[in-house]
C-alpha cells in the first residue's frame, strides 16, 4: 500500500481492508513508519518509535490498524515514560504493566508504534517542552499544534496514524484537535478508565481518550474502551445503546444554547465568531432550535479552585519523581513554570483542597441546572487560530505560579470549565481561515456523549471537512 491510500483512510477504513484480506497489519504498520520518515522531521510529533510494535489483539474492531500513544499518564507495560520532562530524560521510569485502557486499546486491535510528545507533566496548552522541542501544526510550521496532547493531534492530522491516545485535564484533548482540525472528545467524568496507576487524577478532573479524523472512529473507539475498570474510583452509567449505533440514527430536534460571549473571558477573533453562527444556521436548517444563551456561574471561584487543582497537581507529581527517582528538582531537571507551580502547590493547604471540590461541585450544579434547559451548548473551542510557538514559554523564569496561570487561561478560556464539571465536550472543525482549520465546541449533560456525536455526524456531512489537507501531510 503506498502512503496516499494508506493517509486518505480512517481507522475504520484500514481496518475494514484488513478484515477483507486486501492489506495486512505488518503493511500498515510499515506505512506507518514511512509516513514518520516522511513528515516527522518537519512536525516533532512522534519522539520514540516502538520496534517491534505493541501488538493488538487480530480479532479486535481495528485490528492492523496503526496506533500512537501520549508520554503522559497511559502507561504501557516496559515502555519508558518521559512526561516531557528532564527529570525523567534517562529513561529509567519504566511502568511495569499497562495501564487497563492500554489493555482496552490492544483488544481493539490497535498496533501500538511510538510514543508522541507532550509539554512537561502536560501543564501548557502547546507541545514545546524543553525535552524533544517543539512540536509544529502540520497547517502552518510556525503555529503550534495544541497541548498538551499536541504530539498525538499533529500526527493524526500529518496522516502518520488516524487515531492515537490522548487525555485531557484543561482541554488537553479539544485544544490540540482544534488547532490541528480533528475530531476531539472529551468523554464525561468517568466514562473511560484510569486504573491501575490513578484513581482520581488533577482531582477528578482528568480523563483519557483520543483524537481522531473522523466521527465514526470517535464513536467505535469510544465503543471499544468506555466502561469503569475493577476498583475506579469514579462511574457513569453506562449508555443505553452503542455508539456506533447512535451515529447511525437520525438526530432528534435538539434545543441549542448558542454562547457567542462566554461569562468574563475575552472576545474570540472574528472567524471564530463567523464559525459559530454558521454553525448555528446549519443546525436550524436541520429543525434544531437555537437561542443565544450562556450559563452563570462563580468566575472567581473557578479560577482560584481550578489554579490550586493545577499547582497540587505539579507538586505531586514532581514530589513523586524525586522519591521514585532520587533526583532534586531544579531547574537544571525541571522547566522554570513548571519548579514555580510545583512550589505554589506545595504551599497549599487542606483547605485549599477542600475548596476545589466545593466549586467543583457548585459549578456542576450551576451548569448542569442550565443543561436541563438546553440539549447542548454551542462555543468557541479556542480564542483564536492556533498560537505562534513560543507564545506559551514554560521554561520563562520570568514568570512565578500565578504569572503562568494566568498567561495560560487567557489564551484557553473555554475549556477547563468541562474539566471541572466532568461534561462531555467534543471538538470539531467547523471551515477554515488563512489556511488554518477554525474550529467550534459542543457540550451536553453529563452522559451524553452519543448527542454529540450524533450532531458531530452531521456537521460532519454538511461540511466535510476530510477534504482538509495540512501542508505537511504523508502521501
Not at 529509567?92 to 483488544?107: G, H, M, N, V
Not at 507532550?118 to 517543539?134: I, Q, R
Not at 476531539?184 to 484510569?194: A, D, E, H, I, V
Request: charged share 20%.
Amino acid at each position: 500500500m503506498d502512503l496516499k491510500d494508506y493517509s486518505a483512510h480512517d481507522a475504520t477504513g484500514l481496518a475494514d481492508l484488513v478484515r477483507a484480506g486486501e492489506v495486512s497489519g505488518a503493511e500498515l504498520t510499515d506505512c506507518a513508519n514511512r509516513a514518520i520518515d516522511s513528515v516527522n522531521g518537519s512536525i516533532n510529533a512522534v519522539v520514540r518509535r516502538l520496534d517491534p510494535p505493541v501488538m493488538g489483539d487480530s480479532e479486535g474492531a481495528f485490528a492492523g490498524v496503526p496506533f500512537l500513544v501520549k508520554d503522559l499518564v497511559l502507561a504501557v507495560g516496559g515502555v519508558p515514560q518521559m512526561m516531557g520532562t528532564r527529570m525523567l530524560a534517562k529513561g529509567e521510569f519504566i511502568p511495569p504493566t499497562d495501564s487497563e485502557l492500554f489493555t482496552r486499546f490492544r483488544k481493539a486491535g490497535l498496533n501500538t508504534i511510538g510514543i508522541t510528545a507532550t509539554p512537561e507533566f502536560g501543564f501548557n496548552a502547546t507541545t514545546e517542552s524543553v525535552l524533544p522541542g517543539p512540536t509544529r501544526n502540520p497547517y502552518n510550521l510556525d503555529r503550534s499544534s495544541g497541548g498538551s496532547s499536541g504530539g498525538s493531534a499533529a500526527a493524526v492530522a500529518a496522516g502518520i496514524v488516524p487515531v492515537a491516545h490522548a487525555n485531557d485535564g484543561g482541554g488537553s484533548i479539544r485544544i490540540p484537535a482544534a488547532s490541528c482540525g480533528l475530531i476531539g472528545l472529551k468523554p464525561s467524568r468517568g466514562r473511560t478508565p484510569l486504573g491501575p496507576y490513578h484513581g482520581m487524577p488533577l482531582l477528578g478532573m482528568a480523563c483519557e481518550f483520543a483524537v481522531t479524523r473522523t466521527v465514526r472512529d470517535c464513536a467505535a473507539l469510544l465503543d471499544a474502551v468506555a466502561g469503569p475498570d475493577i476498583g475506579a474510583t469514579q462511574g457513569i452509567a453506562l449508555p443505553t445503546q452503542s455508539y456506533v449505533r447512535a451515529i447511525a440514527s437520525d438526530t432528534r430536534p435538539l434545543k441549542v444554547a448558542l454562547v457567542r460571549q462566554w461569562p468574563k473571558a475575552p472576545a474570540v477573533e472574528r472567524q471564530i465568531d463567523e464559525a459559530l453562527q454558521r454553525t448555528a444556521r446549519l443546525l436550524e436548517a436541520q429543525g434544531h432550535v437555537i437561542e443565544e444563551a450562556a450559563p452563570v456561574y462563580d468566575v472567581d471561584a473557578f479560577m482560584r479552585a481550578n489554579f490550586s487543582a493545577w499547582m497540587s497537581f505539579l507538586a505531586v507529581g514532581v514530589n513523586g519523581l524525586k522519591a521514585a527517582m532520587g533526583r532534586e528538582p531544579g531547574p537544571d531537571v525541571l522547566e522554570a513554570v513548571t519548579l514555580a507551580c510545583a512550589q505554589a502547590g506545595n504551599a497549599l493547604t487542606a483547605m485549599d483542597i477542600e475548596d476545589v471540590f466545593a466549586v467543583m461541585n457548585a459549578m456542576s450544579r450551576s451548569l448542569g441546572v442550565f443543561l436541563t434547559r438546553y440539549d447542548i451548548i454551542l462555543m468557541p473551542a479556542l480564542k483564536r487560530t492556533p498560537l505562534p510557538l513560543g507564545y506559551l514559554d514554560q521554561n520563562d523564569a520570568s514568570l512565578d505560579a500565578h504569572g503562568w496561570y494566568d498567561r495560560l487561561f487567557d489564551a484557553i478560556p473555554f475549556t477547563a470549565q468541562f474539566n471541572m464539571t466532568g461534561l462531555p465536550a467534543l471538538t470539531l472543525p467547523a471551515g477554515m481561515h488563512d489556511e488554518m482549520p477554525v474550529p467550534i465546541q459542543m457540550v451536553a449533560g453529563m452522559g451524553r456523549e452519543d448527542v454529540l456525536l450524533q450532531v458531530a455526524r452531521d456537521l460532519e456531512r454538511l461540511q466535510p471537512w476530510r477534504a482538509f489537507r495540512p501542508k505537511v501531510f504523508a502521501q
